[in-house]
């Protein structure tokens, strides 16, 4: 028995839950981009291939670079999913991200879920976002 068990220690193999968005993170495009919209009807969400910060690992409010249908854009995280409840930051279901250009402004011109409110506190980098949300939490 004790033999069977050793295989099978050795057969599997576990990792952590990550807890920040990544390189190879998958993220939902939450604005209303004509790219964003048709990435999401065909089931190939955008990928992360850069994270613009020094510690190489997004939260609220960062920029990122993916690849969405064969091109690269820019984004800023509005929703991250946490495994654990940091105190006074509102948990959210999935990794959310708003397109970006390389000014800064979005693409789309309406925003579907609550911007968290850390974003307002950055007011002069997204002030453009905070206009086209409707909600905050």
Request: glycine fraction near 6%.
């Amino acid at each position: 028995m004790s033999f069977f068990t050793s295989q099978m220690r050795s057969a599997f193999s576990t990792s952590s839950c990550l807890l920040h968005i990544q390189t190879c993170t998958r993220l939902r495009v939450v604005d209303n981009s004509k790219i964003g919209k048709e990435a999401m009807q065909a089931g190939k969400p955008p990928k992360v291939i850069h994270v613009y910060n020094k510690k190489r690992k997004a939260d609220l409010g960062d920029r990122v670079l993916m690849a969405i249908r064969g091109e690269k854009k820019k984004g800023v995280v509005v929703g991250a999913k946490h495994k654990v409840q940091e105190v006074l930051r509102p948990r959210f279901d999935s990794n959310n991200v708003v397109l970006i250009d390389d000014s800064g402004n979005p693409l789309g011109n309406r925003i579907y879920v609550p911007l968290p409110m850390s974003l307002r506190a950055k007011k002069d980098q997204y002030n453009k976002l905070i206009s086209i949300a409707t909600r905050f939490v």
